[in-house]
Structure formats: structure tokens, C-alpha cells
């Protein structure tokens, strides 16, 4: 096609790695960039993950799953995942009052205007009802039904939702999408990273003295980076700002109904998450290596039998340069994240999302890179940020865990954040969030940080006004959640569907 | 118990100033905040012949102002965009549009498809015959963007008006809502000892008036923030060195445009803003680079019709004070910083400071003010500067009149480090910024970028999923789409003509 006229220089892209992040990395590659010529090519190293391992999403892997062109009827059938319209936040000490974060607005507008204020009026006019009590969203996720838009919901506010994928049939169910639409794999246990005189990858080294050769490379290895290492990138800890550095994972039976929204529970020795899929529950435990817990207090905390426990190191940090020469790590390669939020597949997402549009075009792409190390650096800090929020503000007692979480540092960005929405209830929306306006209120709302004033314009708003608008909203939330189907029925509905 | 009101005072009365008082008392529930404005006869508002951005129908929105009466009332017309006369190098133009280029095709941006089908030879015709808001104003045509039936490519519009019109509508407007208006000049400002809070300001009257929050619109003096609370000036005139303007308005000509045109100049640029009644001109020039008498003459000599009256000077520097709001004190407008009306931004940045004050203000029970929220306001305040800042010298520096004193320095100079970089980005591979508050779009960027005569080396590769043999037909599909909407269009002089003159009876004020 146009190769003639271009630079030829990127057109063997080779994606090194392992599991779910492997395999949507190189479907994503294949479906945006196959066209224009590039081919993809994966070196496959031994899989990680475990039976108890789940992909834990937020609600943007759904576009990418549909400009894949992955339907997800017969995505969630093969993989007997579940739907996911939020987290519970809950203490097992009972000191704090749990919170729900739920994938949709919060409230919904009052005479135009927005709803957060209102309810900060609402509460000096004597209501008590919770913040989270008027999501439609939590609403139905504590009902155990799935919630699908409709016009009336599309006035009320939005509605989102994200899944809990078994992490081993989702990555199964990735690899066969990618190699049907035509990557090449090679599978090896071993790799050796051959960099040239510039200190460039010049080729992959994999078992049995084969040869891999490539213009441009993409590291999804995981926390290692093996090929990041190699051509000897830096890394920033984010250890002081996080106190976890141990995760446990395991399964227990399944229940039923499923529940279509995931829990974590905060204990003094650190916290459980619960997610369920049609396979079991999900099990992730995540604690302190110098608070030691024992595997008995682990299985304790849960609170239910488990099986097949599998312990990892976890070292939260970042990569000082995501893209280094012709090579971009991608997922954990580039950042790793603090357990809570389970954000890794996210990151795979961000990571190849800001990469499309900057991919190199010729030789030179030094400005491109600069580019995409800004974007991505600025798109994790964010990120983390959201998770700093959550230990610093915890008021879950005073155990060590606890204690050192609330003492962690906190970015400038996050500071002004957090006294920008103490004040006033607004929330500084900066230009590389991933987690939308609602999403924040929601996590500072649940962490007991009540703005001590609102917008003057709902001023405007007279109490009966009021009152009978929050009465109407959850007369709404009520009539919506009775009309959907339950979890459990939507999931067998779409089996169905799907032929399977 | 409810607590007293919280008092604000507005220091001066231009289109700022009673912006300002408008959306406090559309807002703001009047047994909670009392308003007042002082303004002084005796000192005249800048303000001849204003364009604006399409934003501006949000803030008419937000005080249900009729759109018709408000054309009437101002002498407003409709604007599609801005012409660049000679910027690049005399006898060329383009335009900058309130609009898009094409469309997004795959979630693609249309750019580089349009530069994929170049680099392939299919000679697609010129990227602005992608946009019916750059076609319409080829014409002289108007029509409103449409919301039944999609239009080939998105555009909107704004107005061209006489700001001291508008001013006065609003005035109206603000005083029957319960703006108390006070006359008078301000001769001296009280502090508290304690934390250097205004307290009250003396009128030349002997008049005192005490406030508990002080909005500062008194322009380029900024009698408030920067004479009595000192905030500092940071200046940005080695980027945009121009420091005077003349304006005189002429009668209208038959050249009735649905755009701005700005012209470039040795020593400037001239502008000229149709309204319904006259035509608003002036020239913006850099005293480093023409005289004064000069750039009189040039102004002069440039009209297409007859000069209604001496032409005014002004004097002005870019850059703005480093903290819009400082203690119980924010500046709007003028007052605030400078920023030459090159993308029509005073306006804009008059209505985004006054709708994030609204949202940040001090309430009554606290009445103190919160420096926490005084940093967000003054982040805002900051960053909207910058990126208009960064998108007016992209303007200047990418221009070809070689041999030209003022063109060959902005050429020349340093850029800020933030534009460097997205010229570089633009320059490999046809990548624009996007802002996610949508300002400037994408295709403002582009406009600029393409009418300044840069070319993309290459386009992004995602637009090659798309099979050439289609690719040419979409384009041709496209542009015979957008040609014959722009052909169906009524001229922006008959359009103006049904739309603003009729006689409808609205009373000028709505409330008793």
C-alpha cells in the first residue's frame, strides 16, 4: 500500500510476556495496526497465573472488548465470568461504616444542577440518608440485578459496569482471538534479551537457540520487565507510600446467586477481597511481610474454606521511562500498582490506549516517546493517586497496617485534590484521570470526608423542592432496580444466547 | 438561624463588571449574598465591536436571555470563525473555524486520512472544503447548525456585538434582579490590619462601602488586586510583544461576513468586526515595530467604509497578574491579565472566571475565604492563560513574511517549551493536543497548524485500515456533502436580517 513512500522502519512488532495482559496486548497490536502493514509476532513465556487468579476490571475494558469486535456473550460463557457493578468497602473491626463504590453517577441532577451539592444542603436540612443511597448503580448491585441503561436511566445519570474474568480462560480465550486473526507465537521458558551498540533490542534469544527478530517491542512480563531490565531502565518505588507487599490468592466455592459486585474487607493485619465469578469466589488477601501474619490468619480473616492459597511479592512502582528505544513496557513492566483497586489489567489498557496514536510512523520517533513517557507517567500517577486516597483517609483503627497507611505521603496533586473537595465538595478533574469525578466522590464521601460547604448555586433550591426531588430519585432508583433482571438470570439469559 | 448576607462589591462597570453582577444575581439566592457595583461615568469602557466564542450562548443560557433580543439589543451578527489575512505571507489566507474538519472515520481523526490519501496521489482537494463552517464563510452564508438532521461536519457559532451594548443590556438586566448599582470613583481602599483583607472602599463622594468579598473589574488598572493587594505582573510580551491598539468603528459595507478578519500588518494586525450597524476595526501593533502615527494611518487606510469619528488608542501589555485571587479579592477581566484579542478570548476568559468563582465562592457562614479553594480557582485561572497563551504565538511564529522586522523576531525567538512540543508532534505525524475541557479543540489546532502552512511529515498509521479505492470515495463523498449544504445556505446578511430585526414585542426587562 503506502509502504513505499513511508519509512519502513516499524513493521515486525514483537510482544513479550505471559497471561491476559500478554494476549490483549497483541490482539490490540494485530486489530489496530495489522492493516497498515505491521505484523505481530508473541513470545509466550510460561503462564503465572493460577486457578484463583481473576481479572478484576473497571468498566473501559468494555469499548475495547467491542472495537475488538469480542462479544461478550460468548466472552462471559467461556470463561464463566461474572458482571461487576462496584466495590463494598467494608471493616471487619466495624470502626468504620462500610461504603459502596459503584460503576454510575451518583444522584442525579436537581434543577439542572448537580447533585452533590444538593445533598450537602439536604444534610443541614436534617436528611440522613447516605450518599451512596442514591446510586442507582449501588442500588442494583446490592439487589444482585444487572443494570441496563435505558432512556429513562440516560436522564437519571449514567450506568457502568466492569467483570470478573478467571484470569487462566480469559487469557486462553485472548490467545485463540489473537492467533485466528493472525499473530505469530513462539512459546519459550527461557528468553535472553541480545541488545545492539546503541543499546537497542537487536533480538530475543528464546529455548532451543531460536531467534527472534523485531523493530519494535513491547515488554508485558510483568512486574520484572524482563526486557525493560535489560536495557538496564530504572525504576521509582512507591513502597513508602504503600504499606501492602504481599498478596495471597486463593478460591473458595462458588456461590449462588453470584454476586455482581466485588468486597473488600479491611482487618488489622490488612484487607480480603472477595470477587465472585461462576467458578468460584475470588480470594486476595493483601498484608505487610514485616507485620507477618500467618497462613492460619489469613484463612481466617477471609472468613470461608479456602484453597489453593498462592502468596506473591508486590513492590508498587514505576519504570522511569515507559518507552525506552524500541521498547515499550506495558502492564506491571511499566507500573505496578498497590493491590486495592486492581488496576494491572487497566494499566495494560492505558498503556497500549496512548500507544496507538503515538506508534512510530518512521526511525526517528524520539518525540513520539517523549510524548507517551509524559502521558503515561502522568495517566499512573493519577492512578495511584486514587489509591493513595483510600489508605490515607481509612478509619479503620489502629492496628500497624492501618497506622502507616494513614501516615503514607501523598503526591501535590493529591493534596490539593483532597482539600479542593474538603472545603468545597469540587473535585480538581485533572487532564490524565482514569477515574472519573463521581468515582472520587464516592471514595472520599465513603472515607467519611464531608465537604464542609457546596456550590452556593443550589442555593436557588427550596426545601420542598428538595425534598421531593430526593424523594422522586430514589422512587426512581426503587422502580428501576424491581424492572431488571437478577445477575444470576442475566448470566444463564446469556449463555444462552451465545450457544453455549 | 440564617447569617447576614455575604456582601460583594464588583469595582467597575464594562462588560466584565456587569457579566459579572448578571450571572451573581441569576445564581445566587439574594438572602444570601447582597451585590453591589460601583462604576464611574467619567471612565470610559474598552469595547468596540467585541467577538466572541461560541461559549458565550452558555452564559446567555444560564440568564435565559432570548438569543434574538440579545442580536437586537447589541447590533449582534453571527461568527463561523476568524479569517487570517496574510499571516502566513500576504495575499493568503484561511480561516479558523467554530467547526470541524471532516469526521472521525473508525475513531480516526480525519487528518490523516486526508494526508494518507495525499502521500497515495488521490489529490483530495483542500482540507478546509472539509468544513461547511469554512465554506459558509466563503460565501458569506449562515444557516444554524442543524440538531435533527446531521450536518456533513459539527460546527458552532458565536456572535460579533458592541460590548458596550451588552454591557448596558446586561445593567438593565442586573439592576432589575436586585444588583445594587452605586456611581462613583473609587479613590481608596481599607484593609484589615490583621490579614490584609479588603474591607471597605471610599468613593470620591465621601461614600464608604464595606464588603465581605471584592470582585475587581476595573481593567488595566486593577485597582483591587494588583494596587492595593500587590499581586505581582508576569510579563509575556517577548512572545506577544504588541502594546497598542487603535479602534475605530466605520459604516457598514457590503462585505457583510459571518466571521472576524484579522489582517496581518508590519507592524501587527488589523481586525475587523461586522456588526449590524457599523463595522468595528482596529489595529493591534507592537510600538517595538511601527509608530503609532503609522499604525493610525494603516488602520485608516484599510477601512471599507466611512471612519464614524477619531480613531481611539489603547495601551496594554500581554501577561496577567500571577494570582487571580488573592485573599477576599478576584480579578475578571482586564484587571486579571492580558491577552490580545488575536482568538476573541477576553470574553471567554471574563465567563470561565466568573463560572468558577461561582462554584468556589466564600458562603455566609464561613464568610472567611479558604485558601484551598483559592489555589483551585487560581490553577484554572492559570492553565486557560497558558493554553491561550501557547495558541496565540503558534499564530505568530510559524509565519513566512521574511524580511519583516516583527515576522522575522517571532519567528526567531524562543517558544515556551509546551508549544515546542506539540509543533514537533504536529511536524512528524499530523498529531494535535487534545484537551479534555475541549479548549482549543483539536481542530482549532489544526486550523491554525495547516492555515499557517505547516505539513504533517506523516499521518498515523491507523488511518491505513481503511482500503484506498474507499478512502477516495468517502472523500469525494464527503465534499460534495458538505458543498451542497453550504450551497443550501441563506446568506448570512438575510439570515441576520429575519432572525434579529424583526419586530417581536419582548420587553426589555422581564421582571416587574
Same mark, same amino acid.
Given at each position: 500500500?503506502?509502504?513505499?513512500?513511508?519509512?519502513?522502519?516499524?513493521?515486525?512488532?514483537?510482544?513479550?510476556?505471559?497471561?491476559?495482559?500478554?494476549?490483549?496486548?497483541?490482539?490490540?497490536?494485530?486489530?489496530?495496526?495489522?492493516?497498515?502493514?505491521?505484523?505481530?509476532?508473541?513470545?509466550?513465556?510460561?503462564?503465572?497465573?493460577?486457578?484463583?487468579?481473576?481479572?478484576?476490571?473497571?468498566?473501559?475494558?468494555?469499548?475495547?472488548?467491542?472495537?475488538?469486535?469480542?462479544?461478550?456473550?460468548?466472552?462471559?460463557?467461556?470463561?464463566?465470568?461474572?458482571?461487576?457493578?462496584?466495590?463494598?468497602?467494608?471493616?471487619?473491626?466495624? @470502626?468504620?461504616?462500610?461504603?459502596?463504590?459503584?460503576?454510575?453517577?451518583?444522584?442525579?441532577?436537581?434543577?439542572? @444542577?448537580?447533585?452533590?451539592?444538593?445533598?450537602?444542603?439536604?444534610?443541614?436540612?436534617?436528611?440522613?440518608?447516605?450518599?451512596?443511597?442514591?446510586?442507582?448503580?449501588?442500588?442494583?448491585?446490592?439487589?444482585?440485578?444487572?443494570?441496563?441503561?435505558?432512556?429513562?436511566?440516560?436522564?437519571?445519570?449514567?450506568?457502568?459496569?466492569?467483570?470478573?474474568?478467571?484470569?487462566?480462560?480469559?487469557?486462553?480465550?485472548?490467545?485463540?482471538?489473537?492467533?485466528?486473526?493472525?499473530?505469530?507465537?513462539?512459546?519459550?521458558?527461557?528468553?535472553?534479551?541480545?541488545?545492539?551498540?546503541?543499546? /537497542?533490542?537487536?533480538?530475543?534469544?528464546?529455548?532451543?537457540?531460536?531467534?527472534?527478530?523485531?523493530?519494535?517491542?513491547?515488554?508485558?512480563?510483568?512486574?520484572?520487565?524482563?526486557? /525493560?531490565?535489560?536495557?538496564?531502565?530504572?525504576?521509582?518505588?512507591?513502597?513508602?507510600?504503600?504499606?501492602?507487599?504481599?498478596?495471597?490468592?486463593?478460591?473458595?466455592?462458588?456461590?449462588?446467586?453470584?454476586?455482581?459486585?466485588?468486597?473488600?474487607?479491611?482487618?488489622?493485619?490488612?484487607?480480603?477481597?472477595?470477587?465472585?465469578?461462576?467458578?468460584?469466589?475470588?480470594?486476595?488477601?493483601?498484608?505487610?511481610?514485616?507485620?507477618?501474619?500467618?497462613?492460619?490468619?489469613?484463612?481466617?480473616?477471609?472468613?470461608?474454606?479456602?484453597?489453593?492459597?498462592?502468596?506473591?511479592?508486590?513492590?508498587?512502582?514505576?519504570?522511569?521511562?515507559?518507552?525506552? @528505544?524500541?521498547?515499550?513496557?506495558?502492564?506491571?513492566?511499566?507500573?505496578?500498582?498497590?493491590?486495592?483497586?486492581?488496576?494491572?489489567?487497566?494499566?495494560?489498557?492505558?498503556?497500549?490506549?496512548?500507544?496507538?496514536?503515538?506508534?512510530?510512523?518512521?526511525?526517528?520517533?524520539?518525540?513520539?516517546?517523549?510524548?507517551?513517557?509524559?502521558?503515561?507517567?502522568?495517566?499512573?500517577?493519577?492512578?495511584?493517586?486514587?489509591?493513595?486516597?483510600?489508605?490515607?483517609?481509612?478509619?479503620?483503627?489502629?492496628?500497624?497496617?492501618?497506622?502507616?497507611?494513614?501516615?503514607?505521603?501523598?503526591?501535590?496533586?493529591?493534596?490539593?485534590?483532597?482539600?479542593?473537595?474538603?472545603?468545597?465538595?469540587?473535585?480538581?478533574?485533572?487532564?490524565?484521570?482514569?477515574?472519573?469525578?463521581?468515582?472520587?466522590?464516592?471514595?472520599?464521601?465513603?472515607?467519611?470526608?464531608?465537604?464542609?460547604?457546596?456550590?452556593?448555586?443550589?442555593?436557588?433550591?427550596?426545601?420542598?423542592?428538595?425534598?421531593?426531588?430526593?424523594?422522586?430519585?430514589?422512587?426512581?432508583?426503587?422502580?428501576?432496580?424491581?424492572?431488571?433482571?437478577?445477575?444470576?438470570?442475566?448470566?444463564?439469559?446469556?449463555?444462552?444466547?451465545?450457544?453455549? | 438561624?440564617?447569617?447576614?448576607?455575604?456582601?460583594?462589591?464588583?469595582?467597575?462597570?464594562?462588560?466584565?463588571?456587569?457579566?459579572?453582577?448578571?450571572?451573581?444575581?441569576?445564581?445566587?439566592?439574594?438572602?444570601?449574598?447582597?451585590?453591589?457595583?460601583?462604576?464611574?461615568?467619567?471612565?470610559?469602557?474598552?469595547?468596540?465591536?467585541?467577538?466572541?466564542?461560541?461559549?458565550?450562548?452558555?452564559?446567555?443560557?444560564?440568564?435565559?436571555?432570548?438569543?434574538?433580543?440579545?442580536?437586537?439589543?447589541?447590533?449582534?451578527?453571527?461568527?463561523?470563525?476568524?479569517?487570517?489575512?496574510?499571516?502566513?505571507?500576504?495575499?493568503?489566507?484561511?480561516?479558523?473555524?467554530?467547526?470541524?474538519?471532516?469526521?472521525?472515520?473508525?475513531?480516526?481523526?480525519?487528518?490523516?486520512?486526508?494526508?494518507?490519501?495525499?502521500?497515495?496521489?488521490?489529490?483530495?482537494?483542500?482540507?478546509?472544503?472539509?468544513?461547511?463552517?469554512?465554506?459558509?464563510?466563503?460565501? $458569506?452564508?449562515?444557516?444554524?447548525?442543524?440538531?435533527?438532521?446531521?450536518?456533513?461536519?459539527?460546527?458552532?457559532?458565536?456572535?460579533?456585538?458592541?460590548?458596550?451594548?451588552? %454591557?448596558?443590556?446586561?445593567?438593565?438586566?442586573?439592576?432589575?434582579?436586585?444588583?445594587?448599582?452605586?456611581?462613583?470613583?473609587?479613590?481608596?481602599?481599607?484593609?484589615?490590619?490583621?490579614?490584609?483583607?479588603?474591607?471597605?472602599?471610599?468613593?470620591?463622594?465621601?461614600?464608604?462601602?464595606?464588603?465581605?468579598?471584592?470582585?475587581?473589574?476595573?481593567?488595566?488598572?486593577?485597582?483591587?488586586?494588583?494596587?492595593?493587594?500587590?499581586?505581582?505582573?508576569?510579563?509575556?510580551?517577548?512572545?506577544?510583544?504588541?502594546?497598542?491598539?487603535?479602534?475605530?468603528?466605520?459604516?457598514?459595507?457590503?462585505?457583510?461576513?459571518?466571521?472576524?478578519?484579522?489582517?496581518?500588518?508590519?507592524?501587527?494586525?488589523?481586525?475587523?468586526?461586522?456588526?449590524?450597524?457599523?463595522?468595528?476595526?482596529?489595529?493591534?501593533?507592537?510600538?517595538?515595530?511601527?509608530?503609532?502615527?503609522? %499604525?493610525?494611518?494603516? !488602520?485608516?487606510?484599510?477601512?471599507?467604509?466611512?471612519?464614524?469619528?477619531?480613531?481611539?488608542? !489603547?495601551?496594554?501589555?500581554?501577561?496577567?497578574?500571577?494570582?487571580?485571587? *488573592?485573599? $477576599?479579592?478576584?480579578?475578571?477581566?482586564?484587571?486579571?491579565?492580558?491577552?490580545?484579542?488575536?482568538?476573541?478570548?477576553?470574553?471567554?476568559?471574563?465567563? *470561565?472566571?466568573?463560572?468558577?468563582?461561582?462554584?468556589?465562592?466564600?458562603?455566609? =457562614?464561613?464568610?472567611?475565604?479558604? =485558601?484551598?479553594?483559592?489555589?483551585?480557582?487560581?490553577?484554572?485561572?492559570? =492553565?486557560?492563560?497558558?493554553?491561550?497563551?501557547?495558541?496565540?504565538?503558534?499564530?505568530?511564529?510559524?509565519?513566512?513574511?521574511?524580511?519583516?522586522?516583527?515576522? #522575522?523576531?517571532?519567528?526567531?525567538?524562543?517558544?515556551?517549551?509546551?508549544?515546542?512540543?506539540?509543533?514537533?508532534?504536529?511536524?512528524?505525524?499530523?498529531?494535535?493536543?487534545?484537551?479534555? #475541557?475541549?479548549?482549543?479543540?483539536?481542530?482549532?489546532?489544526?486550523?491554525?497548524?495547516?492555515?499557517?502552512?505547516?505539513?504533517? *511529515?506523516?499521518?498515523?498509521?491507523?488511518?491505513?485500515?481503511?482500503?484506498? =479505492?474507499?478512502?477516495?470515495?468517502?472523500?469525494?463523498?464527503?465534499?460534495?456533502?458538505?458543498?451542497?449544504?453550504?450551497?443550501?445556505?441563506?446568506?448570512?446578511?438575510?439570515?441576520?436580517?429575519?432572525?434579529?430585526?424583526?419586530?417581536?414585542?419582548?420587553?426589555?426587562?422581564?421582571?416587574?
Amino acid at each position: 500500500m503506502s509502504a513505499a513512500i513511508r519509512d519502513p522502519g516499524m513493521r515486525e512488532v514483537v510482544v513479550v510476556g505471559r497471561d491476559a495482559p500478554l494476549w490483549l496486548s497483541a490482539c490490540v497490536m494485530q486489530y489496530a495496526l495489522g492493516p497498515a502493514g505491521v505484523t505481530v509476532t508473541v513470545v509466550e513465556l510460561p503462564p503465572l497465573a493460577q486457578p484463583a487468579d481473576v481479572c478484576i476490571t473497571l468498566p473501559a475494558l468494555e469499548p475495547l472488548h467491542t472495537r475488538l469486535r469480542i462479544d461478550e456473550a460468548r466472552l462471559i460463557a467461556a470463561t464463566r465470568g461474572a458482571f461487576s457493578l462496584g466495590r463494598h468497602y467494608v471493616d471487619s473491626g466495624g @470502626k468504620a461504616p462500610p461504603f459502596f463504590h459503584a460503576h454510575g453517577s451518583n444522584g442525579s441532577r436537581i434543577d439542572e @444542577k448537580e447533585f452533590l451539592p444538593h445533598w450537602l444542603l439536604a444534610r443541614r436540612q436534617g436528611l440522613n440518608s447516605p450518599f451512596e443511597e442514591f446510586s442507582l448503580t449501588a442500588a442494583a448491585a446490592r439487589a444482585g440485578r444487572m443494570l441496563l441503561p435505558d432512556a429513562a436511566i440516560d436522564r437519571f445519570g449514567f450506568t457502568d459496569y466492569a467483570y470478573h474474568l478467571p484470569a487462566i480462560p480469559y487469557a486462553a480465550w485472548l490467545r485463540q482471538l489473537a492467533l485466528r486473526r493472525g499473530v505469530r507465537n513462539h512459546w519459550s521458558s527461557t528468553l535472553e534479551v541480545r541488545l545492539d551498540a546503541e543499546g /537497542a533490542i537487536a533480538e530475543l534469544l528464546l529455548e532451543g537457540d531460536r531467534r527472534v527478530k523485531g523493530d519494535f517491542f513491547l515488554d508485558v512480563t510483568g512486574g520484572e520487565a524482563l526486557l /525493560a531490565s535489560a536495557m538496564g531502565v530504572g525504576r521509582e518505588s512507591w513502597r513508602e507510600s504503600f504499606v501492602a507487599d504481599r498478596v495471597m490468592s486463593a478460591h473458595s466455592a462458588p456461590v449462588s446467586p453470584v454476586p455482581i459486585y466485588s468486597e473488600v474487607r479491611a482487618h488489622a493485619r490488612g484487607w480480603v477481597a472477595l470477587a465472585a465469578s461462576q467458578v468460584c469466589i475470588h480470594v486476595s488477601q493483601a498484608y505487610c511481610s514485616d507485620l507477618a501474619p500467618g497462613p492460619a490468619d489469613l484463612a481466617a480473616a477471609a472468613g470461608i474454606p479456602l484453597q489453593g492459597m498462592v502468596v506473591r511479592e508486590r513492590h508498587p512502582g514505576r519504570r522511569l521511562r515507559a518507552w525506552e @528505544k524500541n521498547c515499550v513496557a506495558v502492564g506491571e513492566a511499566a507500573c505496578v500498582f498497590d493491590p486495592l483497586h486492581f488496576l494491572d489489567l487497566h494499566a495494560v489498557q492505558a498503556g497500549l490506549v496512548h500507544l496507538l496514536p503515538l506508534f512510530p510512523v518512521q526511525s526517528d520517533f524520539s518525540v513520539e516517546r517523549d510524548e507517551y513517557n509524559r502521558n503515561v507517567h502522568s495517566a499512573f500517577e493519577r492512578m495511584r493517586d486514587f489509591q493513595s486516597a483510600h489508605y490515607r483517609l481509612n478509619r479503620y483503627g489502629d492496628s500497624p497496617f492501618w497506622a502507616r497507611a494513614r501516615g503514607a505521603a501523598l503526591s501535590a496533586e493529591l493534596t490539593h485534590k483532597l482539600d479542593a473537595f474538603r472545603a468545597r465538595g469540587e473535585t480538581v478533574d485533572y487532564e490524565d484521570e482514569a477515574f472519573t469525578i463521581d468515582d472520587w466522590q464516592a471514595l472520599f464521601i465513603g472515607h467519611g470526608v464531608v465537604p464542609e460547604s457546596y456550590d452556593p448555586a443550589v442555593d436557588r433550591t427550596s426545601p420542598d423542592l428538595l425534598k421531593s426531588e430526593l424523594a422522586r430519585i430514589l422512587g426512581f432508583i426503587r422502580q428501576k432496580v424491581d424492572e431488571q433482571r437478577s445477575h444470576s438470570d442475566y448470566l444463564r439469559d446469556l449463555s444462552r444466547v451465545s450457544g453455549a | 438561624m440564617q447569617p447576614s448576607p455575604l456582601r460583594i462589591v464588583i469595582v467597575g462597570g464594562g462588560s466584565a463588571g456587569w457579566m459579572c453582577a448578571a450571572a451573581c444575581a441569576q445564581v445566587l439566592h439574594p438572602a444570601r449574598y447582597s451585590l453591589t457595583l460601583i462604576e464611574s461615568d467619567d471612565i470610559g469602557t474598552v469595547g468596540v465591536g467585541e467577538a466572541t466564542l461560541p461559549a458565550l450562548q452558555d452564559f446567555n443560557k444560564l440568564l435565559q436571555i432570548d438569543e434574538a433580543q440579545f442580536m437586537r439589543e447589541t447590533q449582534g451578527t453571527f461568527k463561523l470563525g476568524i479569517e487570517f489575512r496574510g499571516w502566513k505571507r500576504p495575499g493568503e489566507s484561511y480561516v479558523h473555524p467554530f467547526g470541524a474538519f471532516g469526521q472521525l472515520w473508525g475513531g480516526v481523526e480525519f487528518q490523516h486520512f486526508w494526508l494518507r490519501a495525499r502521500q497515495l496521489g488521490l489529490n483530495p482537494p483542500p482540507l478546509d472544503e472539509f468544513s461547511c463552517a469554512v465554506r459558509a464563510c466563503a460565501r $458569506n452564508a449562515f444557516e444554524f447548525p442543524d440538531t435533527h438532521s446531521v450536518r456533513s461536519t459539527f460546527y458552532g457559532y458565536a456572535y460579533h456585538f458592541d460590548a458596550g451594548l451588552y %454591557a448596558e443590556f446586561l445593567r438593565d438586566w442586573a439592576t432589575a434582579r436586585g444588583v445594587a448599582r452605586i456611581e462613583g470613583q473609587v479613590v481608596d481602599v481599607a484593609q484589615e490590619s490583621t490579614q490584609g483583607d479588603i474591607k471597605s472602599l471610599t468613593l470620591k463622594s465621601g461614600q464608604q462601602i464595606s464588603g465581605d468579598f471584592f470582585i475587581d473589574c476595573s481593567g488595566f488598572r486593577s485597582l483591587l488586586l494588583a494596587d492595593k493587594l500587590g499581586v505581582p505582573w508576569e510579563d509575556w510580551s517577548p512572545w506577544l510583544p504588541c502594546d497598542r491598539a487603535w479602534a475605530v468603528p466605520c459604516e457598514r459595507s457590503t462585505d457583510f461576513t459571518p466571521y472576524t478578519r484579522s489582517t496581518a500588518q508590519k507592524g501587527g494586525w488589523v481586525w475587523r468586526i461586522p456588526l449590524q450597524h457599523r463595522t468595528g476595526n482596529g489595529h493591534v501593533f507592537s510600538t517595538q515595530f511601527v509608530g503609532e502615527d503609522e %499604525a493610525r494611518s494603516t !488602520l485608516l487606510a484599510g477601512l471599507d467604509g466611512k471612519a464614524l469619528g477619531d480613531p481611539r488608542l !489603547l495601551k496594554f501589555r500581554a501577561g496577567r497578574r500571577v494570582q487571580a485571587w *488573592k485573599r $477576599n479579592c478576584i480579578a475578571i477581566g482586564l484587571a486579571s491579565g492580558f491577552l490580545e484579542p488575536l482568538e476573541s478570548t477576553s470574553i471567554f476568559l471574563v465567563q *470561565k472566571a466568573i463560572q468558577d468563582m461561582l462554584r468556589l465562592l466564600p458562603s455566609p =457562614e464561613a464568610r472567611g475565604v479558604d =485558601e484551598r479553594v483559592v489555589r483551585e480557582f487560581n490553577r484554572r485561572s492559570d =492553565e486557560l492563560y497558558e493554553r491561550i497563551r501557547d495558541f496565540l504565538i503558534l499564530h505568530y511564529t510559524a509565519n513566512d513574511r521574511i524580511g519583516e522586522p516583527l515576522w #522575522d523576531h517571532v519567528r526567531h525567538y524562543e517558544l515556551p517549551e509546551s508549544l515546542r512540543h506539540k509543533l514537533r508532534l504536529f511536524d512528524v505525524r499530523g498529531h494535535v493536543p487534545y484537551f479534555k #475541557d475541549g479548549f482549543f479543540s483539536r481542530d482549532s489546532w489544526l486550523a491554525v497548524l495547516f492555515g499557517q502552512g505547516l505539513m504533517p *511529515k506523516a499521518y498515523d498509521r491507523l488511518a491505513d485500515f481503511m482500503p484506498r =479505492e474507499q478512502l477516495d470515495a468517502r472523500l469525494h463523498d464527503l465534499h460534495a456533502r458538505v458543498a451542497a449544504e453550504v450551497a443550501a445556505m441563506p446568506t448570512h446578511e438575510e439570515i441576520v436580517a429575519r432572525y434579529c430585526s424583526e419586530p417581536r414585542f419582548i420587553p426589555r426587562v422581564m421582571t416587574s
